[in-house]
């Protein structure tokens, strides 16, 4: 059989699957969809690693320009995650997508390439593209700073990483974090509450602010003040307003389209409340505030004012959404795993007693399940759905040259679906198996909810500390009840609910 008579019923053999899928419009059908095939017909050819280039980019197997752009005129991206499992399910583990403008995107699913990708990048400053902050530093003359490339990237990584990174850096937070997580947990009710991304928008608002500039802004608080709100509005209409940008044709690339002017107004009006932030932070004479980021980064002079605002914008905006999003889903998989509920609240009560006593620094150290629980959390659920790499340096994958200037999507719904091979019993939520290690050997990139090397999120432990102190305060006090409506689960960059979240809780006794 010739090599063109092969790809021509590969490609006939993949239409008829299409048509049997275009009834599955849901991700899990979709993912359903792919477990079956995925070890039978995979048109990127399976693993016979090579480094050699023996394709290229174009003849990747993948959907039409014209199927995508009918894709984003029906507001596709909104479903970019349910996408991107559908088209791993039609082409394999590798896909291109094409852009207008004769570009493209490849997509990988296989965390052995995905680990290739990242590594081939790692000595050339590794880029994931410019964001719409880049373009509003460029308009009033602001460093791109860690949003940006090359050496100047590096410079801002080199001045913020280790005063989040390193060991015992967030200590000084603890406290004020737990407080915040707190005062979140005092708005919650016995029974029925509404909108949980609210509440979880503004916990992860006030944690960053305590880190950022040691002080309490009262987004958390029952009832917020004129400031809180404008700062909160300011942080939720720049998410949107940047998603919508991201995810649809790129016209305010050319012109300051309404959507563009709001994105950046509401940045004027962030970086305008920060200002009054840090001229508080400074006035202060607390221990918090002695030890915000804001002024050890001060510490450095090199650093001009608007700078230095900029960086903590920056900061606050990778912060918020992707904590509250990927918290939301925690607790949402908590509410269908009782058990798992259970032993957490077992693990707590052995280290804090009966009652709710708030733990130490140390003591939260020692609960080693509820650590594993969250981990299990970023491994079951996807809040931004890939990691992106924009090539410096040419990479061979499967046999394909990938050369410098391509953007990569390093998959982390898809490679979920490749821990298939990787873990016993992927469906499971199962903390437990990050605790003994009786699982398959379980590979280092098919759990990357923070991407991986010199620019991987600065903001781990944080979350990680912030994530563990509001769910054992919840656990503590409540149980997380399961929800009878289904969520319809939508993609602004992160995947949150379509509409407001509503949550139910039983009080402990
Ligand atoms: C669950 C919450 C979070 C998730 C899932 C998350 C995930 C990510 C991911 C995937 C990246 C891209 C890394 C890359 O390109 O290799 C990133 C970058 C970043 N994140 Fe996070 N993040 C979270 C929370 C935070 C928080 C709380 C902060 C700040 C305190 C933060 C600060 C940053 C910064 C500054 C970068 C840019 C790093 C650079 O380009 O050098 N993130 N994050």
């Keep these: 059989m010739s090599m063109l008579t092969a790809k021509l019923l590969k490609h006939f053999q993949l239409r008829s699957m299409v048509v049997n899928s275009r009834t599955c419009t849901k991700w899990e059908r979709a993912i359903s969809l792919a477990r079956s095939k995925s070890s039978a017909t995979p048109t990127v050819e399976q693993h016979k690693y090579s480094t050699e280039p023996q394709m290229q980019l174009r003849d990747i197997p993948g959907p039409s320009t014209i199927e995508n752009l009918t894709m984003i005129a029906r507001k596709g991206f909104l479903k970019q995650h349910v996408y991107m499992a559908e088209m791993f399910a039609r082409f394999g583990p590798m896909f291109r997508q094409s852009v207008p403008g004769g570009r493209h995107v490849v997509y990988i699913s296989d965390p052995v390439d995905m680990e290739h990708v990242f590594r081939s990048q790692e000595n050339n400053n590794p880029y994931r593209g410019d964001m ?8 009033s003359g602001l460093d791109r700073g860690i949003n940006g490339d090359g050496e100047s990237w590096s410079v801002y990584r080199k001045l913020v990483a280790p005063k989040l990174l390193q060991l015992g850096a967030l200590k000084p937070y603890f406290t004020e974090i737990l407080n915040v997580a707190d005062d979140t947990v005092a708005n919650f009710t016995d029974g029925k509450n509404v909108n949980l991304q609210d509440h979880l928008t503004k916990w992860g608002a006030e944690s960053v602010v305590v880190v950022l500039f040691g002080l309490r ?4 608080y029952k009832s917020m003040n004129e400031r809180a709100e404008a700062f909160i509005d300011a942080v939720n209409g720049h998410f949107y307003a940047e998603a919508k940008l991201i995810f649809s044709v790129p016209l305010h690339k050319h012109f300051e389209t309404p959507t563009l002017k709001r994105a950046y107004r509401h940045v004027d009006t962030q970086l305008a409340i920060m200002r009054e932030f840090a001229a508080e932070t400074r006035k202060h004479e607390t221990e918090i505030a002695r030890n915000s980021l804001l002024t050890k980064l001060e510490q450095h002079d090199e650093l001009s004012e608007e700078n230095l605002m900029f960086l903590c914008q920056n900061l606050l905006i990778a912060a918020v959404h992707t904590t509250a999003s990927s918290t939301l889903q925690l607790i949402d998989t908590l509410s269908k795993h009782p058990e798992v509920q259970r032993k957490a609240f077992e693990e707590i009560r052995l280290v804090l007693g009966d009652g709710q006593q708030a733990p130490s620094y140390q003591q939260l150290s020692e609960m080693k399940y509820l650590r594993a629980l969250i981990k299990e959390g970023f491994r079951y659920n996807t809040a931004p759905p890939g990691n ?28 979920k679906e490749m821990q298939r091979q990787k873990y016993n019993d992927p469906e499971k939520f199962a903390p437990e198996r990050w605790l ?3 699982d398959k050997e379980i590979h280092p990139f098919s759990s990357l909810p923070f991407s991986f090397g010199r620019r991987a999120c600065l903001g781990r432990r944080v979350v990680n500390m912030e994530m563990a102190l509001l769910v054992l305060r919840i656990l503590q006090k409540y149980e997380i009840l399961e929800r009878k409506d289904p969520v319809n689960w939508v993609c602004h960059t992160v995947v949150g609910p379509d509409k407001p979240y509503s949550f139910y809780l039983k009080k402990r006794h």
């Design 388 to 415: 992106i790499r924009i090539t410096k340096a040419p990479v061979t994958v499967r046999g394909y040259h990938i050369p410098p200037g391509t953007t990569v999507i390093l998959s982390t719904i898809a490679s």
């Design 436 to 438: 003994r290690r009786t």
């Design 217 to 220: 802004i009262g987004t958390s």
């Design 132 to 139: 719409l902050i880049a373009d509003y530093a460029r308009k």
